[in-house]
């Protein structure tokens, strides 16, 4: 009873921290369950694929009613995410535990990495074209293109190929380690593509619940999924992840990425010492 309220406790700040930053909570469950609880790797992954479903089923709505998630670019993109979700859970039954702690740690470190590198961008773009002086155009207007349609109030989504190449991996790694693959794609549309933060974590909420239910059916085929366990993180990241999507629009983007950067680099650090013991 005692080790399910803890359960409940830690996947409700879990929830909370994946909601802010898209990330689904998958990252703080796996080292949560694992270091702190004991459970191996890979029931700890069948469990925060269900708590990062969790997740985004209470953040989603609430960032889609307040006009924050990119709906359009989430979903191209998550088409090619759960093509990789599918064959990470094919695979992930036949990697060795260390290798996949391995895997966790150098994850966190390069997106920690690259998070910290990242310039800050500025937002609002002012060039504006002369409209009163311009001469007429009797010619039809440009019909927007495939960007232009994935983009949003203030900015425009770059680097496709490179953001389907990333969902893919994104897939992968989400089935592998459990993590939802938001980690992966928030940097990769705040980075590579060119979509502000706050949008890019929004949309992360909407694509990880269809991520993690892919690759979770795999894991409950294969009987990877404790429901003892699952259940009280579950309820505990449902209710942290209502509130964090609540209070998300009052936090700070500066100290989101921060705080962002500070806790995978201590999860990497906690994960890389479980490989090689």
């Known amino acids: 009873m005692i080790v399910g309220l803890w359960m409940m406790g830690g996947g409700a700040a879990a929830g909370v921290f994946g909601s802010l930053l898209g990330l689904g909570g998958g990252i703080l469950i796996v080292p949560l369950l694992t270091l702190g609880f004991g459970l191996p790797l890979r029931e700890a992954v069948g469990v925060s694929l269900v708590s990062v479903m969790m997740t985004s089923s209470a953040a989603a709505g609430v960032y889609l009613e307040r006009h924050v998630a990119n709906l359009r670019l989430g979903m191209t993109l998550e088409l090619f995410t759960a093509i990789g979700a599918l064959v990470g859970g094919s695979i992930a039954f036949l990697l060795d535990e260390r290798l996949l702690s391995l895997l966790f740690s150098a994850l966190l470190g390069y997106v920690a990495f690259t998070m910290i590198r990242a310039r800050t961008r500025d937002s609002i773009q002012g060039v504006e ?35 389907v190449i990333g969902a893919l991996g994104a897939g992968v790694a989400s089935a592998l380690l459990g993590i939802g693959g938001g980690i992966i794609k928030v940097p990769l549309m705040h ?19 269809i991520t993690a239910a892919a690759s979770a059916v ?8 404790d429901p003892y366990v699952a259940g009280p993180t579950g309820i505990g990241v449902f209710v942290g992840a209502t509130a964090g999507s609540r209070l998300g629009h009052r936090v ?17 650090i906690q994960m890389l010492l479980r490989a090689v013991q």
């Open 191 to 209: 980075l590579a593509m060119g979509v502000p933060l706050r949008v890019a974590t929004a949309t992360s909420n909407l694509m990880i619940g």
């Open 252 to 268: 700070d983007l500066r100290y989101l990425r921060l705080l962002f950067v500070v806790v995978l680099g201590y999860t990497a």
């Open 129 to 163: 074209s002369p409209a009163i002086d311009a001469e007429p155009d009797d010619g039809p207007p440009p019909r927007p293109t495939l960007l232009d349609r994935l983009g949003g109030d203030g900015y425009q989504v770059r680097n496709l190929g490179r953001g």
């Open 218 to 225: 795999i894991y409950l085929v294969h009987g990877g999924i």
